[in-house]
């Protein structure tokens, strides 16, 4: 069966102070996503999601991608990533174009599921679980405001309030607020907001003095003093620091039996992934920004990480993602997912891990889960005591909700044969 047409679906902000008044402290999350759904000639359609840009990603998936699959066989979806891939490598593929390409792969997978009638997990060979261990990415959203809590000294109470809930693992970033910001020479340190929030970016920082760094380490004291060892930590680094300054915090780390330190430097440079991962025995995990499996192979090759996480709404799709899997588990090495990015980039990340021999833990956000993703999408995910399943509806499993292109704000543009004769 072919592929009749592409549909991308993304939004306008709303104006900051309607948004503030009706949602709180909430950060506007459509604006930053990007929906795609390839149809087939019989009028069914899969869906696929990527996170950052969507104007400039939708561009992409119309004026350069939509020629290589409108008219061509739903089912060869090897064909088509190579396709698509080479033609944007040809002039640099790293950004929007692999988040393009990642959008559309998802969404080929689910349109075969659904022409076959299996979910992805099968059609990728089948299970080798029933449910996945999932742990919680500490951001605000809706009733869980657990951004707040942990900064605001509560983080004892967060951990507590999560163990509650079945989850025993939760990631935080204590030492964002002491590195370098994007406010300019001026105020080094000053906030900055982008995409409705204050940004987790930064320019690379060269110092942390000790005072900085007993503050960062306080916030797991509180919550080793509150639950003890029952919950698992990992922190987020957000490339934020130089080597140096890594090193101290990884070392700074090991007394805590962290489940892993994530991405304390920009994952450009290899090298000094393996002379950091050399000096602490603190398990080192590397990260969404690596794109494609050739972006992994070093880290994986030259000994730079213990655990894997890849996004399968950047790195590539499903088709990549599952050779990334497998080329980190020919090093004995485990998978996690990354996933703050939205629900169908959440779906598909649990086929994979569903499937995968190396699947290791999930990354979900319970404000997201529990929040705006049910605005988005017509089921919510099952999460339940701190393990994620899926039932067994072909591809993914879920749809975007029948009102979601109605609301204000939509922007709706579709390729089909026609149009594309006019490029």
């Known amino acids: 069966m072919n592929i009749s047409r592409i549909e991308t679906i993304w939004f306008e902000a709303i104006e900051r102070r309607e948004w503030e008044r009706t949602s709180g402290s909430s950060r506007q999350a459509l604006p930053n996503n990007l929906w795609v759904r390839i149809y087939a000639e019989d009028g069914s359609a899969g869906l696929g999601e990527t996170y950052y840009l969507p104007r400039a990603v939708a561009a992409i998936v119309h004026d350069v991608l939509a020629p290589l699959l409108i008219g061509r066989d739903v089912l060869d979806i090897e064909n088509h990533w190579n396709n698509m891939f080479s033609l944007v490598n040809f002039c640099g593929y790293a950004g929007a174009e692999m988040r393009a390409i990642s959008a559309l792969d998802v969404a080929l997978w689910d349109l075969a ?160 992934y393996v002379r950091l991962k050399s000096s602490t025995s603190v398990p080192i995990c590397q990260s969404e920004r690596v794109f494609t499996r050739f972006g992994f192979r070093p880290y994986i090759e030259q000994y730079a990480a213990d655990m894997i996480m890849p996004d399968i709404s950047w790195c590539g799709g499903l088709t990549e993602a599952r050779k990334i899997c497998s080329l980190a588990d020919t090093y004995y090495l485990p998978i996690t997912t990354h996933d703050t990015i939205g629900p169908v980039a959440l779906w598909a990340a649990a086929h994979l891990m569903t499937h995968i021999p190396n699947a290791m833990i999930m990354e979900t956000v319970r404000g997201y889960v529990d929040g705006w993703y049910d605005d988005v999408v017509s089921d919510r995910i099952e999460i339940r005591d701190g393990f994620l399943s899926l039932g067994g509806r072909p591809g993914l499993g879920i749809e975007l909700r029948p009102d979601l292109i109605d609301r204000p704000g939509a922007r709706v543009e579709e390729s089909t044969a026609e149009t594309l004769e006019k490029l």
């Not at 025993?168 to 001026?186: S, V």
């Not at 930064?202 to 509180?222: I, N, P, Q, R, T």
């Not at 060892?229 to 805590?256: C, F, N, Q, V």
């Open 113 to 272: 599921g659904k022409i076959i009638g299996q979910p992805i997990y099968h059609l990728l060979g089948g299970r080798s679980r029933t449910r996945i261990a999932v742990y919680n990415t500490c951001v605000g959203y809706g009733k869980h405001q657990d951004y707040q809590a942990w900064t605001e000294g509560r983080a004892g109470e967060l951990a507590a309030d999560l163990l509650d809930q079945g989850i025993r693992a939760m990631k935080i970033w204590p030492f964002d607020r002491f590195g370098a910001t994007l406010a300019g020479p001026a105020h080094p340190r000053g906030k900055f907001t982008i995409w409705g929030q204050e940004t987790a970016a930064g320019v690379l920082a060269h110092s942390l003095d000790e005072d900085e760094l007993k503050m960062g380490l306080g916030v797991l004291d509180d919550i080793r003093a509150a639950v003890g060892d029952k919950m698992s930590i990992a922190i987020e680094g957000h490339a934020r620091w130089d080597l140096p300054t890594s090193i101290r915090i990884a070392r700074a780390l090991e007394p805590y039996k962290i489940l892993w330190l994530e991405e304390i430097m920009p994952p450009d440079n290899v090298e000094a």
